[in-house]
């Protein structure tokens, strides 16, 4: 099955760029678009609500004025994700958001609503929702989602356990509409890899925390680019849901980091406070593919590196 148009025109790669809980915001959402891959942001890291109003205005007016200028190289679209679960008390008001300015594309997580689905589609938008396995694709898709995101192993915040082989090769089994791979894609070759084993799409979200234009502390950017893939916790600890998180931010919080307890997971909390650090905020989410990531940059600069290589892993396979 072909992608939609709004996965594939404007894009200079087939790169949808994560929403990053709290850190994610108009400026990075926009210097990902106007790069040309698709921005996000998380719907509730705009506090209070009202400001999610702002910021959908603020970025729907700025993409329009770069395409009129810019007819020739005009922005990709964006994204919003909504946290579908019953804990979210301002799933309402901010799907009437999306609604009322018509957003391309809304990315759901953690739980599939049909009533969600039906109102992106009442405007022509597409549901992206992110799975960790096989049985949860069957139930966004029956739900009415218009595609899928893998989130294997690896992958940076709430992330799966299951090999992105197995699982997409599983979901590839049923279903031929747009899937997307999150697991440790880090630099153009990872994503040339994640379409020849199946996938249509890469979805790359901790480069993005060091860049010049994300909301994170600069510690928590350096941490990035001085980390690697065994510098990588993975535990329910922090928010009742397992997660890949930074070690240095857990010792930091006075935890040891290969030590930490089982949390409840019918206590689910994104905010949860420990020993006076909250998680995400203090608790930095990170993948297990920031190797890649040599400096804070601006955005421009890491999709350049990502095409740049990208079309060097294609030449070197096809010649």
């Not at 929403?19 to 921005?39: D, E, N, R, Y």
């Not at 301002?90 to 759901?108: A, G, N």
């Not at 084993?197 to 234009?213: K, L, N």
């Not at 890949?244 to 019918?266: C, F, Q, R, V, W």
């Amino acid at each position: 099955m072909a992608l939609p148009p709004i996965l594939k025109d404007n894009l200079r790669l087939p790169v949808v760029a994560s929403p990053l809980f709290i850190i994610s915001h108009p400026k990075l959402t926009l210097a990902q678009c106007k790069a040309g891959i698709v921005g996000s942001f998380p719907a509730l890291n705009a506090r209070p609500e009202a400001q999610l109003d702002e910021w959908l205005a603020e970025i729907t007016e700025d993409l329009a004025s770069h395409n009129a200028k810019n007819p020739d190289r005009p922005a990709a679209p964006f994204a919003v994700n909504q946290i579908v679960h019953m804990s979210n008390k301002r799933l309402e008001h901010d799907l009437m958001m999306c609604v009322k300015y018509k957003v391309p594309i809304v990315i759901s997580s953690l739980g599939a609503v049909p009533e969600v689905n039906a109102a992106v589609h009442s405007y022509g938008g597409i549901v992206l929702h992110d799975v960790i396995n096989n049985r949860h694709a069957n139930s966004a898709i029956r739900k009415g989602a218009d595609g899928l995101i893998a989130v294997a192993t690896g992958a940076g915040g709430h992330a799966g356990t299951l090999s992105p082989f197995a699982l997409v090769q599983e979901i590839r089994e049923w279903f031929d509409g747009p899937l997307l791979l999150a697991g440790a894609i880090a630099n153009g070759g990872a994503v040339l890899a994640a379409q020849a084993m199946g996938a249509d799409m890469a979805y790359i979200g901790s480069p993005f925390i060091a860049t010049e234009e994300a909301r994170a502390s600069a510690e928590y950017k350096q941490a990035i680019v001085d980390a690697h893939a065994n510098d990588i916790v993975y535990s329910n600890y922090f928010t009742g849901i397992h997660g890949n998180y930074l070690k240095p931010s857990i010792a930091a919080a006075g935890l040891d980091p290969d030590n930490l307890p089982e949390a409840d997971p019918s206590k689910m909390d994104f905010d949860k406070a420990t020993t006076g650090a909250k998680a995400w905020k203090d608790i930095w989410g990170c993948g297990q593919g920031i190797g890649a990531v040599k400096a804070v940059e601006p955005v421009a600069a890491v999709v350049d590196r990502l095409e740049r290589e990208y079309i060097g892993a294609k030449k070197a396979i096809c010649g």
